[in-house]
Nanobody, 124 residues
Framework: QLQFVESGGGLVQPGGSLRLSCAGSGFSSDYYAIGWFRQAPGKEHEGVAC????????YYADPVKGRFTISADAAKNTVYLQMNSLKPEDTAVYYC?????????????????WGQGTQVTVSS
């Protein structure tokens, strides 16, 4: 059974950093794309970053470019999201998701498997 578990969320002050982890099980990550999405209250899922496991190509949404870094450890089936220079507008529940076709987009509808999410709150 395919499963993803996110961890690493919490409360951080503006300008601070967090590293989120997405641990997958029940699949081989070689051909997948793994994306990080976020959802703030009353808003749609927003694509943040994604990585294609076959070639490690990465893609970022404009609001997080230069601040967030996505990376993967294929041996551990784990994808990370390093978030630096956090802003209050980054506050949201962060989800990781997998696209078994490896398309590596920031379009939520193309991802089939989702974790339960981890809350990130940026506040002083």
């Amino acid at each position: 059974q395919l499963q993803f578990v996110e961890s690493g969320g919490g409360l951080v002050q503006p300008g601070g950093s967090l590293r989120l982890s997405c641990a997958g099980s029940g699949f081989s990550s070689d051909y997948y794309a793994i994306g990080w999405f976020r959802q703030a209250p009353g808003k749609e899922h927003e694509g943040v970053a994604c990585i294609r496991m076959s070639d490690s190509n990465t893609y970022y949404a404009d609001p997080v470019k230069g601040r967030f870094t996505i990376s993967a450890d294929a041996a551990k089936n784990t994808v990370y999201l390093q978030m630096n220079s956090l802003k209050p507008e980054d506050t949201a529940v962060y989800y990781c998701a997998a696209d078994p076709w490896g398309r590596a987009t920031l379009t939520a509808d193309l991802y089939d498997y989702w974790g339960q999410g981890t809350q990130v709150t940026v506040s002083s």
